[in-house]
């Protein structure tokens, strides 16, 4: 690849990262590592270099497209897995050949960046909260004034095509262009769980501190005062947990939510959250405890449904697991690292949800687990809860639900 005898990488390698560069950093996406360095040569792997040779060989003409679904696919996901900068220089190397497949070989090698690197897909996570939710501390300032679908989404990817070149796109758009070419999803759990939390806790940083805050989050008088801030907090972390759960649910479907369930959640409560944070009241607490429970259940909701179906085994056990694992904690036999006031939040909402939106979730679950859930409800005053709950368990605990009106 001397430039003489076939064509060489030099020619255009450094306007190619810089291009990919610019896509990325309109997505908030910043990765130091794509800097390729000075005098240094523009090498390939032996087995991709053999592959290269063999496909730029090709006659291109008009009716050749089918090489772009073949070849193609073939060059991205070798170089792909082989060390920065493979893919700019096979880039480089095809742009020339074929310029009127420039700007989606530049768009191609972009989503390169995201296979190879987690931190770039942690970032744009990031980005894609920002824009939807409208934060305004982000780099991406045009696309985050008014937040909502059309910042996440943008026009869709056709729009960014333009004479002069790919114009800026939009971070869920290029996070659904990416996902499924990511070989580790795994850590996409915890990322987005923290986002969520994040969520909460910045809104409690950045507008919610006021006297409300420091009191309880049932005090009437603070509800009646606060009734506009409160209202306007619980609808941004509706909708950030929305997001997380859609993003989630995409990236991984069931498996991740399996694992959000079983593990994730489990080792967040038991750890309080992963790593220090300031101390917030009793108020702020319930709103991070809040929105992890409309993000866990509307990932169940996604993958499993509300109603009989194939998933029903699997749901039926993994609710069933995590609902054991509130029970023990409600006993008393495992200790949370995290806020009482946290936890309450989650547990209660997450009932409360299950209870009113998807009741044949109770129905699955273990008898004896329903019970112990109930006791522990009405030692916290939330009967009307505990006896919707034994309710939705089907004629098996009518005799437990009889029980526990009787006591009251």
Known sequence: MNGTDWPSPAA?????????????????????????????????????AALVSLTITFKMGKNSEFLNGIAGSA??????????????IVAALWAQ???????????????????QDKCAVSQLLRSCFAAALG????????????????????????????????????????YLRIYRGMYDIMFVTEEILSLVVGTARDLVANGMNGECLGQSVQTAQCLKSHHLSLANALARVKQASSLGASLLCITGGSGLVQMLYQETLPTWFLSGGNGTKPKTTASASALEGY?????????GVCVWGINASSFSKRR?????????????????KISLGCEHATWRAYALGFLAMVISCAPNWISEVNLETLKRLATRLRWWHEP??????????????????AELVGDY
């Open 135 to 174: 934060s305004k501390n982000t780099i991406m300032p045009r696309l985050a004034v008014h937040g909502g679908v059309g910042a996440l989404l943008g026009h869709g990817f056709s729009s960014h095509s333009s004479p002069g070149g790919m114009s800026a796109v939009a971070p869920g758009i290029l």
């Open 12 to 48: 255009n390698l450094l306007s190619i990262e810089a291009e990919v560069k610019e896509i990325l950093a309109a997505t908030g996406v910043d990765v130091p590592s794509l800097v390729i360095g000075g005098n240094t040569a523009a090498t390939l792997p032996l087995p991709l």
């Open 316 to 332: 039926a056990k993994v609710v069933g697991i995590h609902m054991d694992f509130m029970a023990r904690v409600l006993d008393g």
């Open 97 to 115: 050949k074929v310029r009127r497949w420039h700007d989606f070989i530049i768009f191609n090698t972009a989503r390169t960046v995201f296979i």
């Open 291 to 299: 929105a992890l429970a409309h993000f866990s259940f509307l990932c």
């Open 384 to 401: 009307e809860l505990a006896i919707a709950l034994l309710e939705r368990g089907g004629p098996r605990a009518m005799s437990a639900a």
């Open 75 to 88: 060059l991205e996901t070798a170089a792909a897995g082989c060390p920065w900068p493979s893919t700019p």
